[in-house]
Structures are given as C-alpha cells and as structure tokens.
C-alpha cells in the first residue's frame, strides 16, 4: 500500500496493508521503532560482523591447507574496498556501523594479522586460528 494512501500524517498500520509494528496496537510506535534500531545496532550487527570476519579467517586457513595462494585473500578484500570507495566516496566508511559485514579494509588488516602469525608458527599456524575477533568489528 503506498503511504501516502493512508492520508496526510499516517503511515499504514497493520492490518491496512502496512508493516507490523513491534507491540501490536496498529498504529505509528515510535518507542518501538527506536528499541529496533538501537537492538540491530547494539546486538545483531556486532555479531553478524564478527561471524563474517570470523569465516574469513576460517576460509584463509581452508585456503592454505587446499593449496591456494592464502597471501591473495587480503589482495582480494583491498581491491573491493578500493572499488566501495569509488562507488560510495566518504560515505562507505561513515555507513559501516549499520553494515552487516565489516569494512573490507578491516577485514584487510585482519587478514593480514593472520598471515603474519602463519609464517611465524609455520605448519601448526595453518592449522589454527590464531587472531581474536573484536566484539566492536566495524
């Protein structure tokens, strides 16, 4: 239903072709919009950045033990942080609180980190994950 439908100063409810809205009711509850924004930015976002961040260290490792090139993982991640600048400007690092997946120049550094840590532990380095993940990746 297209929200200008609903009239001026009403936004369409549930019920009347709208969104649910968190705590039922039927009307605009702006309360529980803001307790789903600050929930997503306090709570899921950190997680679904650590998870990914933890999956490309899983996957570097998965890298070395296959026999590819894990030194072309942090390359990979540059070039797209290179290209989301182009394609955003300022804004690709200004937005990165609300993204679900950390920046790739953090990602970059991570990686990076990683590798490091691989040549110094040599085989039992490739074996294992040896960076800890932040709670506040961005």
Same mark, same amino acid.
Do not use: C
């Given at each position: 239903?297209?929200?200008?439908?609903?009239? *001026?100063?009403?936004?369409?409810?549930?019920?009347?072709?709208?969104?649910?809205?968190?705590?039922?009711?039927?009307?605009?509850? *702006?309360?529980?919009?803001?307790?789903?924004?600050?929930?997503?930015?306090?709570?899921?976002?950190?997680?679904?950045?650590?998870?990914?961040?933890?999956?490309?260290?899983?996957?570097?490792?998965?890298?070395?033990?296959?026999?590819?090139?894990?030194?072309?993982?942090?390359?990979?991640?540059?070039?797209?942080?290179?290209?989301?600048?182009?394609?955003?400007?300022?804004?690709?690092?200004?937005?990165?609180?609300?993204?679900?997946? *950390?920046?790739?120049?953090?990602?970059?550094?991570?990686?990076?980190?990683?590798?490091?840590?691989?040549?110094?532990?040599?085989?039992?380095?490739?074996?294992?994950?040896?960076?800890?993940? *932040?709670?506040?990746?961005?």
């Amino acid at each position: 239903m297209n929200p200008m439908a609903a009239g *001026p100063g009403r936004l369409p409810g549930p019920g009347r072709g709208g969104y649910p809205v968190p705590g039922g009711g039927g009307g605009f509850n *702006p309360v529980g919009g803001l307790v789903n924004i600050a929930t997503n930015l306090l709570l899921q976002l950190p997680f679904s950045r650590r998870a990914e961040a933890e999956a490309d260290l899983i996957g570097l490792k998965l890298m070395s033990i296959a026999g590819y090139n894990q030194n072309k993982a942090p390359t990979t991640f540059a070039k797209m942080e290179e290209y989301q600048g182009q394609m955003m400007g300022k804004s690709a690092a200004n937005a990165s609180y609300i993204q679900d997946h *950390p920046r790739s120049a953090n990602r970059v550094k991570l990686l990076e980190g990683e590798l490091e840590m691989m040549k110094k532990y040599g085989k039992e380095g490739r074996e294992v994950v040896l960076s800890k993940v *932040p709670y506040w990746m961005l």
